[in-house]
């Protein structure tokens, strides 16, 4: 499925849903990771260059609600 990022086309590759903090976080292929609000606001954009990853960006895991430190960050 195709999605319009920014000016250009992309495909999102990758994404998951954290109902405890209401974020979708989405990865397209240029290896860029989107944190999405409920209402369609986009949060953040990190570019695998600005997470110092030296390999492709293959999937994202949700932070368990129980952790303690949930509440402070979706990240």
């Not at 086309?9 to 998951?16: L, Y």
């Not at 405890?20 to 989107?34: A, C, E, K, W």
Request: hydrophobic residues 40%.
């Amino acid at each position: 499925m195709d999605f319009l990022i920014g000016r250009g086309g992309g495909v999102f590759t990758s994404g998951v849903w954290s109902e405890f903090h209401g974020v979708l976080g989405v990865v397209d292929d240029s290896d860029t990771v989107y944190l999405i609000k409920v209402n369609g606001e986009e949060i953040m954009r990190l570019s695998k260059r600005q997470l110092r990853a030296s390999s492709s960006i293959v999937g994202l895991i949700p932070q368990d609600a129980d952790d303690n430190d949930a509440q402070r960050s979706c990240l």
